[in-house]
C-alpha cells in the first residue's frame, strides 16, 4: 500500500480527520481483520468528529464565554431554588429554536452568569453561534466604537448571533446613549434571535435603571414579554466552591 502518498493525498484534500485514521490503522495490526466498508467507516467517522470538534471550538472561541460551564456540570443539590425542569427544557435549546428570551434573576454568587454560560455552551455544541457580553463592559465598548468607524458593524454583530448573553444587567443607570443602543440591539433581535439577561435586580427594578419611560417600555416589550425565567435564590455559591459560579 502507497502509504504516504496516500496519507499526502488526504493532507492536501484537507481531510486532516481522515489522515490521522488512516495512518492510525495502517500502524494497527488489529485492523487487517477489517474489511474495506469498516475501513471506510471508520475513517469518515475520524473526519466527522475532526470537523465538529474544530467547529465548536471556533464556536466558543468567538462567544468568549466568561466561565468553561457545561449543562452536565450543573449542581442541583444547592440551595437556590433552581427550577430542574425548566432547565432541563432550557439546555434543549427548543427555546432559542423559537427566538423565545430568558430571564435569569438573583443575588450576587448564586451561579446566573455560570448557568447562562452552560446554556451558551451547550448553544455552541449544538452548532450555534453565541456571544458573550458583560453589560457594564458592552456600553462602554459601543461607546468607543462610535468614535472610530466600529459602532455600526459591532452592533450588527451583536444582532446576528443566534444567542447573546449579556450578564450583569443593572448594574448601573443608563445613559441617553446606551438606551438608545440597548433598544436597537433588542429591535434587530426581536423575534429573530434569542437573548440571556442576567441580573441582581428582579424585573420590576429595571425601569429605574434604564431612566427614560418611553425607553423603558420599548426595552421591556422586546426582551421580556417572550422570556423565560429563572429566579434563583440563597446563599453565595462562592463561599463553598474553589471555583466560583457567578
Given at each position: 500500500m502507497l502509504h504516504h502518498p496516500t496519507l499526502d493525498r488526504l493532507n492536501a484534500m484537507g481531510l486532516a480527520g481522515m489522515a490521522r485514521a488512516f495512518d492510525e490503522l495502517t500502524a494497527n495490526p488489529d485492523a487487517e481483520g477489517l474489511s474495506h466498508p469498516e475501513w471506510?467507516?471508520?475513517?469518515?467517522?475520524?473526519?466527522?468528529?475532526?470537523?465538529h470538534d474544530r467547529?465548536?471550538?471556533?464556536?466558543?472561541?468567538?462567544?468568549k464565554l466568561r466561565h468553561q460551564a457545561a449543562p452536565e456540570d450543573v449542581d442541583y443539590r444547592s440551595s437556590r431554588k433552581l427550577d430542574r425542569g425548566l432547565f432541563a427544557r432550557l439546555i434543549a435549546g427548543d427555546w432559542i429554536t423559537a427566538h423565545d428570551n430568558l430571564v435569569i434573576c438573583g443575588p450576587t454568587g448564586?451561579?446566573?452568569?455560570w448557568l447562562a454560560c452552560a446554556l451558551g455552551h451547550k448553544a455552541c455544541r449544538d452548532d450555534r453561534s453565541v456571544l458573550y457580553q458583560r453589560v457594564p463592559k458592552l456600553f462602554s465598548t459601543l461607546a468607543l466604537a462610535r468614535g472610530?468607524?466600529?459602532h455600526a458593524r459591532f452592533l450588527a454583530k451583536l444582532g446576528s448571533v443566534q444567542l447573546l448573553i449579556l450578564d450583569d444587567w443593572g448594574l448601573e443607570p443608563l445613559d441617553a446613549k446606551a438606551r438608545h443602543d440597548l433598544l436597537e440591539?433588542?429591535?434587530?433581535?426581536?423575534?429573530?434571535?434569542?437573548?440571556?439577561?442576567?441580573?441582581?435586580?428582579?424585573?420590576s427594578s429595571?425601569?429605574?435603571?434604564?431612566?427614560d419611560p418611553t425607553?423603558?417600555?420599548?426595552?421591556?416589550?422586546?426582551?421580556?414579554h417572550?422570556?423565560?425565567?429563572?429566579d434563583l435564590d440563597g446563599d453565595s455559591m462562592r463561599r463553598a466552591r474553589t471555583q466560583p459560579q457567578a
Open positions: 471506510l467507516a471508520l475513517l469518515l467517522d475520524r473526519e466527522w468528529s475532526f470537523r467547529k465548536l471550538a471556533a464556536r466558543l472561541r468567538f462567544a448564586v451561579g446566573k452568569s472610530d468607524g466600529r440591539i433588542l429591535e434587530e433581535r426581536y423575534g429573530r434571535r434569542s437573548t440571556i439577561i442576567t441580573s441582581q435586580l428582579p424585573i429595571w425601569h429605574e435603571v434604564i431612566g425607553y423603558a417600555d420599548a426595552i421591556l416589550d422586546r426582551l421580556v417572550n422570556a423565560h425565567r429563572l
